[in-house]
Nanobody, 125 residues
Framework: QVQLVESGGGSVQAGGSLRLSCAAS???????????MAWFRQPPGKEREFVAA????????HYADSVKGRFTISRYNANYTTYLQVNSLKPEDTAVYYC???????????????WGQGTQVTVSS
């Protein structure tokens, strides 16, 4: 099994920044299982939505239009960790941010087999 644990969330004012981290552990960690690592978020009262995803080679990042130019996804394969640098935060970025890992797909949450518990990001105006 694979466990994902997010950290780095918090409360910030609009315009602020955070760096979210996602650490993976477990017996079945592999390039195959962790080919794509991604971030999703769930705003209050809304459905979960795609934020960003990155392939193993880190050559093909995907971003939701709403975060392009403000968020940056990265990963460190040696310890199966992924990061999300979030800059120029807006109140509408307030959500629980989830880390996910899977073998294929990018924006479709159904293609991810492993999920973290989430970390809260709250942005005040």
């Amino acid at each position: 099994q694979v466990q994902l644990v997010e950290s780095g969330g918090g409360s910030v004012q609009a315009g602020g920044s955070l760096r979210l981290s996602c650490a993976a552990s477990g017996r079945t960690l592999s390039r195959y299982n962790m080919a794509i690592m991604a971030w999703f978020r769930q705003p209050p009262g809304k459905e979960r939505e795609f934020v960003a995803a990155l392939d193993w080679s880190a050559s093909n990042p995907h971003y939701a239009d709403s975060v392009k130019g403000r968020f940056t996804i990265s990963r460190y394969n040696a310890n199966y960790t992924t990061y999300l640098q979030v800059n120029s935060l807006k109140p509408e970025d307030t959500a629980v941010y989830y880390c996910a890992a899977g073998r294929f797909g990018y924006t479709d949450y159904r293609s991810y087999g492993y999920w973290g518990q989430g970390t809260q990001v709250t942005v005040s105006s």
